[in-house]
């Protein structure tokens, strides 16, 4: 995954940028860069990795480094970026955002065709940017560019381009899976993937992108150079995890949605006469505790955090690339108030299930801390297939899932004929997943949200959602 925010301004953009990219970096934890442009210098970059570090002490000495009143600044899980690309169509620095499926047919094509090359990264593999800017660059200008890449690529394309002029190109995904929201303010324009962080650096909100549509910011104002397409769908993941709190997408605010989504699911147990006895209610920190909250409140059982996360070192949260890595942290991170735990039956809210590995240590952990019995809730469906649009589920392969390998244990590929009544826990073959998944992890009792009740929380129109990882529909 990953983050961006630029800004054309009268004044020094750099700051702005700074701290516009910096307030990304829960979108990403591997590598983080930042460009400017200055008419005397011409394009400036920067990168770093950002693994051991956060963005904000890697790129402490950029304001005297870098000055220029355009920007753009990147966090990313993947490619180093933004990379200074010079072509016949100029010079620019270029940011992606997204995936590319096809990459490997797409170099093919182009090498085979162009006589061009690329520089390899360890492995033999291209920068993902870098063959995006190859791919604009088949058109003979910019504009064209952009909408022949997201035409043959087969995933999601945000990109922000800084040319050599000052001016910033924003283009939007052609089915808006990922955010571009626009800022203003008395001193120029910012482009942004969160909407908080326009008005954090006091930017008004000004618009959001359409699908597909690419405008060109400067200090002066916001030009449209290609109109939104009509069909859309956004990633529903967003609202459930990745997102910050405080942003709003299409109208609707992060926080509030996981307050509905909660107060949903409780509805949903009451109904059911699910999980009753419970003495507290919380949220597996941090991004589960909005959605408990909401389930706290509709049910009317105290929300209490019998797990603090330790934000002095843990501040960002991130998912390392080995599962060992992720074990080890989930673990230290984690700090038990024991009042809360011993001979207390719990439940959890968590934000999605996605492996269980991690989760069955923390419901480990807390049964060696006395715990009576752990419930556990997901506000998110049963995940069916890796995503193939932003790589949110981070597996592998359909075995990597642990309700989709569940499935394969109880039936093995016949199974995959069921997947609908699988994720439905109102029949025998979802109250049967559910209950291997509870003897596997030693939950008290194991429910999701239903696709239904997710589509209710966020409000949109279904057709407007993807809902892919949950349903396999495209």
Known sequence: MGGYFGAACKHDAVTDVFF??????????????????????????????????????????????????????????????????????????????GIINNADELID?????????????????VNSTELVAALINQKDNFVDGIRFAQQVICGTVNLLILLNDGSILAARDGMGRLPVHIGKSEDGYCVSFESYVCEKLGYELYRELGPGEIVSLTRDGVTQLSAPGKKKKVCSFLWSYYAFSASTYEGVNVEMMRYRNGEIMARNDALQGNAKDVDYVGGVPDSGTPHAIGYANQSRIPFARALIKYTPTWSRSFTPAKQSDRLKIAAMKQIPVHGLIRDKSLLFVDDSIVRGTQLKGTVDFLYAHGAKAVHMRSACPPIMYPCKYLNFSRSNGDMDLIARRTIYELEGEEGEKYIDEYRDGTTERGKKLRRVICDKFHFASLEFQTLEGLIESIGLPAEDLCTYCWNGKE
């Open 109 to 125: 094509r182009y090498l085979n065709t162009e006589g061009g090359h690329f520089n390899a990264m360890t492995g033999g593999n």
């Open 20 to 97: 516009g990219t910096d307030y990304h970096s829960h979108l990403g934890t591997r590598r983080a860069g930042m460009a400017a442009y200055d008419p005397e210098i011409g394009l400036q970059r920067e990168i770093h990795n950002i693994e051991n570090s956060p963005f904000r002490t890697k790129f402490e000495d950029v304001f005297e480094e870098m000055k220029g009143c355009s920007a753009i600044g990147c966090i990313s899980d993947y490619d180093p970026q933004p990379l200074l690309i010079r072509s016949r169509l100029g010079i620019g620095a270029v940011c992606f955002i």
